[in-house]
């Protein structure tokens, strides 16, 4: 189709400009049950796996049915998350903080044919469209990132080892047999858009290679001090290089100070560092943000590297599920993974998860990773 114009001018760019309104209130798309009750509500119980029950002081009661969402989709899929919601919930519908949706109805007899209604969807190749789950002591969605669908600093995908990930843990989204809930999420750089530094167990995309540079054009794409003062170990320094009869501002990378987190290729798109067999996979583990019982937790590096495995990345996934497994079977009731891993200690941790103890996991980060190794004689065998 040719151009469409919206009714934008090019000519006069700032001509009928509307700016800094904001998003609309989120008053405009309450439920009438949630708009009567709000501020209101008395207790909430979980019916089972993906249905949760509020009930308000003045006896309302709303009925939520959470499904599973891939977070990235197409606008015939929400045009389908739109007519479910016309014909159960009155044209209302919401989205949770980890990218599942919720459907709300106002009465018990209508939870049924929601739930029959969503769970009969499918698409083409066999997947669920709304898994109904997600709630308490299981797995919900996984947080995670823009992967190899649109960013230009991944070192993995986000996409494709999120669904061989859910596809593995499908079980435990419908579930809630675990001692409490296991957050998953995914980064496909450590820049770690998302929340994989405080995530039950973390998946991130990691480079093993230093950047190439490209001397050439180095300085006429890079602001070359940002470039420098981008490295955390200080690895880069501003140098001049001949290249033919001419020479040349860029910079030098020492080899063996650079630790390949790609904070340079940031800021100087001429110090490239994606690599097909370099990049891969780090697992991280025993994050947590709530303040249940212990504080917030960081998640700690578990495993140094997993291998790009497309399309399912089948060692990140064994790994994952076996983790969980481990957790299932060790924990106690109410027990974050990390808690956990605290409790027995995480020499205990690396027995009965199998899991390999090498020396990247091991701190040399500045002076805090002294805080890091261990100053007591206390330890298992
Ligand atoms: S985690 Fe890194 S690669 Fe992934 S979306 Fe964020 S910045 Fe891009
Ligand atoms: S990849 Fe990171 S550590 Fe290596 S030179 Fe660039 S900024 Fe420094």
Known sequence: MAFVSSGYNPEKPMENRITDIGPKHFEQ?????????????????????????????????????RVGGARLMSVTHIREICEIADKHCD???RWTTRNNVEFMVDAEAKVKPLIDDLESR?????????????????????????????????????????????????DDFKSMR????????????????????????????????????DHEYLDKMCEIPLAVAACP???????????????????????????????CYTMCPSMPLADTEGDGIVIMAGGKVSNR??????????????????PRWESTTDCIKNMVEAYAAGANKYERFGEWAERIGWERFF?????????HLIDDFRDPAYYTWRQTSQFKF
């Open 29 to 65: 798309f309450y439920p009438p049950v949630i708009k009567a009750n709000k501020g209101k509500w008395a207790y909430h119980e979980v019916l089972q796996a993906g249905v949760l029950k509020h009930v308000a002081e003045s006896g309302d009661e709303v009925y939520t049915v």
């Open 91 to 93: 044209g209302y519908v």
């Open 122 to 170: 499918k698409f083409a190749g066999g997947s669920y469209k709304f898994p109904v789950g997600g709630t308490g002591a299981g797995i919900t969605n996984i947080v995670h990132t823009q992967g190899w669908i649109h960013c230009h600093t991944p070192a993995t995908d986000a996409s494709g080892p999120v669904k061989a990930a859910m596809d593995v843990l499908f």
């Open 178 to 213: 675990l001692p409490a809930h296991l957050r998953v999420s995914l980064a496909c750089c450590l820049n770690m858009c998302g929340a994989v530094h405080c995530s039950d167990i973390a998946i991130l995309g990691y480079h093993r290679k230093p950047p190439m540079l």
């Open 233 to 263: 170990t200080a690895a880069i320094r501003p140098t001049k290089v001949e290249i033919g009869d001419k020479k040349l501002n860029s910079v030098a990378v020492k080899q063996e100070r650079c630790m390949f987190c790609g904070n």
């Open 293 to 310: 019982i212990s504080y917030p937790k960081f998640s700690k590096v578990v495993v140094a590297f997993l291998p790009n495995e497309v």
């Open 351 to 359: 027995d009965v998860t199998g899991l390999e103890f090498t020396h």
